[in-house]
C-alpha cells in the first residue's frame, strides 16, 4: 500500500501565465520516475495535494484530462505561502504531487445523458478536465448534449483562452461564455453573472440530464435556485466543495461539513446529499 503522506516527485515541464493579473499560472509537471504515471491513475473531478519542499503543501484540483498520458497539470492561484513559492519557482525544478484525491464526478451515471457544466472564476479547473475527458473520440458517443457555462470577472481573468476558442467552433459542445463586465468592444461572448446566463443558455430539467456546478460559493447561491426554477432534480445536481478541502485524507479535521469530511466523502457531492449537512459551502 503507498504511503498517503509521501509525496510522487515531478519536474515543472511548463509554466503558463492564464490570466491579465498574472496571479494563475498553469504547472505542467512529468513525473521524475516514468513508473510514478501508474501510481497517479485519477479521474476528472479529484484534487492532488502540490508540495513545496519548505514550504507545505495546498490542495488543488486537477486541472488535465486522465486522457492526456505522460503529464500531470495544476492551475495555481497565486494566494498564499505555498501557492507563492510554487510561483516563483522555474521550468526544470522538482517538487511533489500526493494523490490522487477525493472522489470524482459521476461519470458512469451520466453515460447516455446530456451534461450542462457551470462553472467560475479559478474552480474553472476540475471542469476543465472534465470537458476535455469528454470530447476525448471514445468518450464523446458515451454522452449526449454537453452545455458549458463559464464565467470571469473580465476577459483577461478567463482560463484558457486558446482552448476556450477551439471549444466554440466545435459542433458537438454548446459553449456560454460570460463575463461580470467589460468595456472591450470586441467582446463577442456573454455578459452577465453565471446565475444569469445560466437560466438565459441552460437546457430544462429532466431525467436525461445532469448539471455540474464548481465556482466560488457566492455562484453557487445563487445558481442553486436557477436549477431549482429550470427543473433539475437535486439528486442530479452535482456539486464540487473544492474549497473546502484541506489535508486530503480526513486526518486533520479541518474539511469536515456536520458529518461528512470533504476530502475523503468529497468533494464531489449531489445536492441531494448536501441538503442532509449544515450549509456552511
Not at 464523446?140 to 473580465?154: E, P, T
Not at 446566463?197 to 440530464?209: L, M, N, Q, R
Request: proline share 6%.
Amino acid at each position: 500500500m503507498q504511503n498517503p503522506y509521501l509525496p510522487i516527485p515531478v519536474r515543472i515541464d511548463k509554466a503558463t501565465i492564464e490570466t491579465e493579473d498574472r496571479n494563475l499560472k498553469t504547472f505542467k509537471f512529468v513525473y521524475v520516475n516514468p513508473e510514478d504515471e501508474a501510481k497517479f491513475q485519477y479521474k476528472a473531478g479529484q484534487f492532488g495535494e502540490l508540495s513545496v519542499t519548505g514550504k507545505g503543501e495546498i490542495p488543488i484540483g486537477i486541472a488535465s484530462s486522465p486522457t492526456e498520458k505522460g503529464y500531470v497539470m495544476f492551475t495555481v492561484n497565486k494566494v498564499g505561502l505555498v501557492s507563492s513559492a510554487l510561483h516563483n519557482m522555474k521550468e526544470g525544478d522538482i517538487m511533489g504531487i500526493r494523490g490522487p484525491l477525493g472522489n470524482w464526478y459521476p461519470w458512469e451515471r451520466m453515460e447516455g445523458k446530456n451534461i450542462v457544466i457551470i462553472g467560475g472564476g479559478f474552480a474553472f479547473t476540475t471542469l476543465r478536465s472534465s470537458i476535455v475527458m469528454l470530447l476525448d473520440p471514445e468518450n464523446r458517443k458515451k454522452f449526449g448534449d454537453i452545455h458549458v457555462v463559464y464565467g470571469a470577472r473580465s476577459p483577461g481573468m478567463l482560463l484558457y483562452r486558446d482552448e476556450l476558442a477551439e471549444w466554440e467552433a466545435r459542433d458537438d459542445i454548446n459553449m456560454h461564455i460570460t463575463v461580470d463586465g467589460t468595456d472591450d468592444p470586441d467582446w463577442k461572448y456573454n455578459v452577465g453573472f453565471v446565475p444569469a446566463i445560466t437560466e438565459e443558455k441552460a437546457p430544462k430539467g429532466d431525467d436525461d440530464t445532469f448539471a455540474i456546478v464548481c465556482g466560488p460559493p457566492i455562484m453557487i447561491k445563487f445558481t442553486q435556485p436557477v436549477l431549482d426554477k429550470l427543473g433539475y432534480k437535486h439528486d442530479h445536481i452535482i456539486m464540487s466543495l473544492e474549497n473546502r478541502m484541506k489535508c486530503g485524507i480526513g486526518m486533520c479535521g479541518r474539511c469536515n461539513i456536520g458529518k461528512e469530511f470533504v476530502c475523503k466523502d468529497g468533494p464531489v457531492f449531489t445536492l441531494e446529499e448536501l441538503n442532509s449537512i449544515p450549509k456552511e459551502y
